[in-house]
């Protein structure tokens, strides 16, 4: 008879699973699911046993509050991370936590500021055109694939300035291994397996990366505003694996969170015609507010994470219970964009949800798909500038359809994307 082991006396309800692996594996086939069974059974806070350790789970708007804004000092975002993330890539913004970050992330800002993405945004729109032209030359098209290199050439594009052509493609080639091995829960490098082959694809691009450094410190700009140039002029210093770690987290996430929900934002307007041909009346006017409201409904029915995990470093405590030091705790974005109470018929995807005279959505951290708080995304105004520049392209000049009979079904690692990639057929108008 299999054992679950049951939380300590004082902390939280729950269980924390079989020996060993705890609850891992019903997380992460369905983390919504996952949340929802527990919810119902224990309430807004319960304990589980997820990436080795105990954790305890905050849901709603008041547990993404408490963890995002309110008590952060009791919380570690390098200690949130799995053993993959951290052995893979070491160090970067979202790794880091205290004085440390705050200084990496006032030194990356201005790369990531309005006036910095404007100048860049020819170019983000040259790539856009480049890209989606060439669906047209296969009769289908992997939405999944094909977004996650143009977002990679843009996300190139804002973090390492202009690239060499073959180390471009070179990083492009290493960067999908690489990032299957980032929440891998054996880190061992082991042949043939994920994380094996995300420790070679590192290898190459830590090289490709350094050659990129060196051209960059033999012509260094005096006001180059992508982030290797802003990071070498803040600390001429820094060490190249102190700088290869950082550009390896920033093109991750400013890469794969964006190509996740372009591809479901293309797979939703391909089942609501209705909205696409408003979207297309829209584009002849000034106002902007349906296709704001398509990218807000994409984010809450489809966040590109389920939630997020921190470390717990001081022992806090809340709702009545005591959570220890040691501990991980996790809010579930996921879980709190499905609420009921929150969204009328939470299952739908609804633009006009956000809209007179419904106004879903006003309530603080009930849309938590970027994170929340002081350290909300730092790529936001990035990632909604290229979601609007692609959806603009795309409703200007194409048509596109679904491919019938395909699995549309979530998966959530490494980040929520349909199982089959999203396969359309594509024709210009």
């Known amino acids: 008879m299999k054992r679950h082991i049951a939380p300590p006396a004082g902390c939280p309800p729950g269980s924390f699973g079989l020996p060993l692996i705890g609850e891992i594996r019903e997380w992460a086939a369905d983390p919504l699911q996952f949340a929802q069974e527990r919810a119902q059974r224990y309430g807004p806070i319960w304990s589980t046993h997820l990436l080795g350790r105990p954790c305890v789970v905050l849901l709603e708007p008041a547990g993404n509050r408490f963890m995002l804004s309110q008590a952060t000092q009791h919380f570690s975002w390098r200690a949130g991370w799995g053993r993959a993330m951290l052995r893979l890539i070491g160090g970067g913004l979202s790794l880091t936590d205290g004085q440390q970050h705050d200084q990496q992330r006032h030194i990356l ?42 977002a990679f050439d843009v996300a190139l594009l804002v973090v390492c300035g202009r690239t060499p052509a073959p180390i471009a493609e070179a990083l492009h080639h290493d960067f999908a291994a690489f990032t299957a091995g980032l929440f891998t829960p054996v880190p061992y490098p082991i042949p043939a397996t994920p994380y094996y082959r995300a420790q070679q694809a590192g290898r190459r691009l830590r090289q490709n990366l350094g050659y990129l450094i060196e051209l960059r410190r033999l012509s260094l700009q005096p006001d180059a505003l992508d982030s290797l140039s802003l990071l070498l002029h803040a600390d001429p210093h820094q060490t190249d694996d102190q700088l290869i770690s950082e550009l390896l987290l920033l093109l991750w996430a400013g890469h794969d969170t964006v190509a996740s929900l372009l591809t479901w934002i293309c797979i939703e307007l391909a089942q609501q015609p209705e909205i696409l041909q408003r979207l297309r009346q829209e584009m002849n006017t000034n106002h902007h507010s349906l296709l704001d409201h398509v990218l807000r409904e994409a984010e809450r029915l489809h966040p590109p994470a389920p939630g997020g995990f921190r470390g717990v470093v001081e022992a806090f405590e809340y709702a009545g219970y005591h959570v220890p030091q040691g501990w991980l705790a996790m809010y579930s974005s996921v879980y709190t964009h499905q609420m009921p109470s929150l969204w009328h018929n939470p299952t739908q995807f609804n633009p006009d949800r956000f809209a007179a005279p419904s106004n879903e959505g006003k309530q603080a951290y009930s849309l938590v798909g970027f994170g929340g708080g002081p350290r909300i995304c730092i790529g936001l105004a990035l990632a909604q500038i290229e979601m609007r520049l692609v959806i603009r392209e ?36």
């Open 109 to 150: 800002k201005p790369a990531f500021a309005h006036a910095a993405l404007q100048q860049l945004q020819p170019q983000i729109q040259q790539l856009i055109q480049a890209q989606i032209q060439t669906w047209l030359a296969t009769d289908q098209v992997c939405l999944l694939q094909r977004l996650q290199a143009l």
């Open 394 to 429: 795309l409703l200007a000049n194409y048509d596109w359809q679904l491919v019938p009979n395909q699995d549309l079904r979530p998966v959530w690692l490494p980040t929520n994307q349909p199982r089959s990639g999203g396969l359309i057929t594509i024709q210009r108008i």
